[in-house]
């Protein structure tokens, strides 16, 4: 009995094959253009009435920013996604080691969902007044390491 399935051409095949040796699975290549973003003033930035592009680290380091400060379903487009970080409010208590594992472990927990990153170490958090330091190292899958610090300042 014949399959019900389409027969693969060998050359095609062979074709294939070689795109997915080709294909690292801890190689970096960027999806689209990015664009730097500004968090401070809050919008995209430009140079000579242009926007400028972003790649490879900059452009995760910008996403991990993004996460942090997007929490569930506070923004539309980002409803009903895995797009956030439950660090809320958490961000108003002191750090007790409970507080200081629980931010670790929503950070890396959403973090860790960028296809590049392998994973999280360094982790710390420092209490100052009404500031929240936190720092980490990311690790991404070709072995580069971000350094990542973002400021929380209770209102």
């Known amino acids: 009995m014949d399959s019900i399935l389409p027969a693969i051409d060998i050359e095609l095949e062979t074709v294939l094959e070689d795109f997915d040796e080709g294909i690292a699975e801890n190689t970096i290549t960027p999806v689209g253009k ?8 809050k ?3 430009f140079e000579d009435g242009k926007n400028i592009r972003i790649e490879a680290e900059e452009e995760i380091k910008q996403w991990i ?9 506070k923004y539309k487009v980002y409803k009903d996604t895995d797009f956030h ?13 409970y507080i200081i594992s629980e931010f670790e472990r929503e950070i890396s927990e959403a973090v860790i969902t960028h296809r590049f ?7 710390s958090i420092t209490y100052e007044k009404r500031t929240l330091t936190v ?5 991404l899958k ?3 390491t971000l350094s990542i610090m973002q400021i929380y300042k209770k209102k």
């Open 34 to 41: 990015s664009l730097k973003f500004n968090f401070i003033e």
């Open 142 to 144: 070709d072995n580069t």
């Open 85 to 97: 970080c439950n660090i809320e409010d958490l961000i108003g208590q002191k750090p007790t080691p």
């Open 135 to 139: 720092t980490f190292t990311v690790i």
């Open 65 to 73: 920013t993004l996460l942090l400060v997007s929490y569930k379903d």
């Open 117 to 123: 990153i392998s994973s999280i170490e360094n982790f």
């Open 43 to 45: 919008k995209f930035v």
